[in-house]
């Protein structure tokens, strides 16, 4: 930005400053809007763009590829979340809800409220424990099971599709690295 004719730097047009900034990624984008307000931590921004980057390629990853894909097979993506945990079980395609709540890391509530509806559309059914009389399990119905196999081969080319602009060994690469971030979280988390 250059100064005006009276010495005084013109105030920004634009939201987001110069026009072309649109073509950033958002994280790159609050880096740069950072380092002008605060430039004291100019050089400590590195890991909020990493996150920012995280999040933005799960919002749009999520957004333009596996939302679709659970629409149009009717399910939404905590639903989908709950069959393919019983399907990645293997036979006989059954869980207690708390094992499938620690498997898919939703809220109990959350819970709840979706076996209720994948259990009215008959995708899941809920019976007496074998082992203790106050407990259920969730059950796959066949309906379910069919469900949830008949999408997957449709829905592993859809992931295909969302990291495509990785090459396999760049995909390779990113996978380790956040293997290795989630690790040490969770290392932290535990000591």
């Known amino acids: 930005m250059t100064a005006s004719s009276n010495g005084e730097t013109p105030a920004v047009s634009h939201l987001f400053g110069d026009p072309e900034d649109l073509l950033l990624d958002r994280a790159e984008r609050a880096r740069r809007q950072w380092t002008r307000e605060i430039p004291d931590v100019a050089d400590?921004?590195?890991p909020m763009v990493v996150i920012g980057r995280l999040n933005e390629a799960a919002q749009v990853i999520g957004r333009e590829f596996l939302t679709p894909a659970y629409a149009a097979v009717g399910l939404k993506p905590g639903e989908f979340d709950?069959?393919?945990?019983l399907v990645r079980s293997g036979p006989p395609y059954k869980l207690t809800p708390t094992e499938l709540y620690r498997t898919?890391?939703?809220?109990?509530g959350g819970?709840?409220?979706r076996l209720d509806k994948l259990e009215r559309a008959d995708l899941i059914e809920r019976r007496p424990h074998p082992d203790d009389r106050r407990a259920l399990t969730v059950c796959l119905t066949e309906k379910g099971l069919l469900l949830i196999k008949d999408m997957i081969p449709s829905y592993v080319d859809v992931q295909r599709d969302a990291?495509?602009?990785l090459d396999s060994a760049?995909?390779?690469?990113l996978s380790g690295l956040l293997e290795k971030l989630i690790r040490a979280v969770n290392e932290r988390n535990t000591l």
């Open 104 to 108: 898919t890391m939703m809220s109990s």
């Open 111 to 113: 819970m709840t409220a």
């Open 44 to 46: 400590k921004l590195t």
């Open 82 to 85: 709950v069959l393919a945990t």
């Open 170 to 173: 760049e995909q390779e690469t």
């Open 163 to 165: 990291v495509g602009g």
